[in-house]
């Protein structure tokens, strides 16, 4: 750790208490709820053009009960840590609620992006986005389920579950900036976003845009090696 960063955690304010709406970034930022430990992929995929990282999780309220230095922060090709803060968030709907907010600066650009990792219901979070009318550059959201483990948030939905569990994709789209992205697996997501096995007799396995009311959804196509199901998608107005 640099010394930047030491002196970054002496200057703590542990007491302060921080409003969501207080943290929200002006410039461009990804949303991933749930992210839980894939943070790496995100930050190296969108180092370059995204200036906020947001992710949100509730595992990690035991996570930044620990020491600061014990939560492992993934730094981006090119990027070093200068300085971490743990902050505490008002309101919440869990109690505690903190989050651990990171400066990264590019070695030779200079460039800095901030990543926060939210102890905190992410649903909590999507809510103070849309209360301030922040525009999301990029909605990332993958490898989440309704089983054990799994939120049951149906975050690219635009229905409910049966069982009641909510479901977000229109909200989704309407705090997406124009021409912004998302990304998805298609898991808790509209049939859709959902990549199908290879039909043999055609060999189509390819998605297709939609529409879902106002907006048009075009698949651009995979975006990682190591999981061929996860997506980008353009989302833009229906003309
Ligand atoms: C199946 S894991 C997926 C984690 C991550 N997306 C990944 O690819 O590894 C689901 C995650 O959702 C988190 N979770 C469940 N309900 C949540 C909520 N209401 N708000 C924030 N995180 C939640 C869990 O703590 C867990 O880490």
């Known amino acids: 750790m640099t010394s930047d960063a030491h002196d970054d955690q002496r200057s703590e304010r542990a007491d302060s208490v921080f409003s969501l709406a207080e943290l929200i970034p002006t410039n461009r930022l990804l949303y991933y ?71 990264l600066r590019h070695r030779e650009s200079r460039r800095q992006i901030e990543v926060l990792y939210l102890a905190s219901d992410a649903v909590g979070v999507f809510h103070a986005l ?12 993958r490898r989440d389920g309704f089983c054990e483990g799994g939120s049951n948030l149906w975050w690219l939905h635009p229905t409910p579950a049966l069982d009641g569990a909510p479901a977000f994709l229109e909200r989704v789209l309407g705090i997406i900036e124009p021409g912004g992205r998302i990304v998805s697996d298609g898991s808790n997501a509209l049939e859709e976003f959902v990549v199908k096995q290879p039909n043999e007799s055609s060999g189509k396995n390819k998605l297709v845009g939609f529409d879902c009311k ?11 090696p190591q999981c061929d199901r996860t997506m980008l998608w353009s989302v833009g107005l229906v003309p």
């Open 130 to 141: 849309e209360e301030a009318d922040k525009k999301l550059s990029i909605f990332f959201y």
């Open 33 to 103: 709820p749930c992210s839980g430990l894939d943070t790496r992929f995100p930050l190296e995929q969108f180092a370059d053009s995204i200036d906020s990282f947001w992710f949100a999780d509730v595992r990690y309220v035991k996570d930044l009960r620990k020491p600061i230095e014990d939560f492992v922060i993934h730094c981006p090709s090119g990027y070093a840590l200068e300085a971490r803060t743990k902050l505490n968030v008002h309101p919440a709907r869990r109690d505690p609620s903190i989050a651990l907010r990171c400066q």
């Open 214 to 224: 106002q907006w048009r959804l075009h698949p651009d196509g995979p975006i990682d």
